[in-house]
């Protein structure tokens, strides 16, 4: 079992910036950020497998950069020139400990946090 918690929300102007955080208990395979309102599809925003490479939905890409930190066990999301349509709550999850995955399939994500929102006003 791995648990994964959040943290780094807020709120913050339209252009602004904020910079999200997740560790887990133990090392992990693959991490990623997604979000989801109330009534809304879960969108996955971005992935990083193992080996660090990264990759972002195309509503995101260009504006935030996911890194992970192995030694800590955390995974960062780093927010810029963020819109109003970011607004939402974004959740950590990560793969198990080992074995194949693909990092850019939502289903190689079994372990999540409780979320932490992000509020952007316009």
């Known amino acids: 079992q791995v648990q994964v918690m959040e943290s780094g929300g807020g709120s913050v102007q339209a252009g602004g910036s904020l910079n999200l955080s997740c560790v887990a208990s133990k090392y992990v395979t693959c991490m990623g950020w997604f979000r989801q309102g109330l009534g809304k599809r879960r969108e996955g925003v971005a992935t990083?497998?193992?080996?660090?490479?990264?990759s972002y939905s195309d509503s995101v890409k260009g504006r935030f950069t996911i890194s992970r930190d192995n030694a800590m066990r955390t995974v960062y999301l780093q927010m810029n020139s963020l819109k109003s349509e970011d607004t939402d709550m974004y959740y950590c999850a990560s793969g198990p400990p080992f074995g194949s995955y693909n990092a850019n399939e939502s289903t190689a994500y079994i372990y999540w946090g409780q979320g932490t929102r992000v509020t952007v006003s316009s």
């Open positions: 990083v497998d193992r080996d660090g490479r990264p």
